[in-house]
């Protein structure tokens, strides 16, 4: 499944990095911790989270994360916004709960 795939099936609002949106979503991960993410999360996975400032960016392309998806209609920093736009990683928004917003990621890719 694609990011705008994703994005589309579960209504998501494309926030920012659309030219990313071909990229293969093959797993997720939750967590708002960013060294939890670092550690063990794993490359096309997409990543929910509540954090906002510019070092998700830094995350994501460390571990080639596929999306970022924001959760509670949160909104990045401008910083955030412009490194999404460079290196094509889109980050995503969801008006749900990080629980509820796994849970619907969850059962479309399983």
């Not at 499944?1 to 949106?21: F, P, Y």
């Not at 063990?40 to 996975?45: A, D, G, R, V």
């Not at 994501?60 to 736009?85: D, G, M, R, W």
């Not at 094509?88 to 969850?106: A, C, M, N, R, W």
């Amino acid at each position: 499944m694609t990011v705008k795939d994703l994005a589309e099936r579960l209504n998501l609002k494309v926030i920012s990095g659309a030219q990313g949106l071909d990229r293969v979503v093959e797993g997720g991960y939750t967590s708002d911790l960013l060294s939890d993410v670092m550690g063990n999360s794993e490359m096309n996975q997409c990543w929910i989270t509540l954090q906002t400032h510019k070092n998700i960016m830094a995350i994501a392309s460390l571990k080639e994360i596929a999306c970022i998806v924001l959760v509670k209609n949160l909104e990045p920093n401008p910083e955030t916004l412009e490194q999404s736009n460079e290196e094509g990683i889109p980050i995503l928004s969801s008006s749900k709960e990080s629980f509820e917003t796994t849970g619907e990621i969850y059962a479309l890719l399983k």
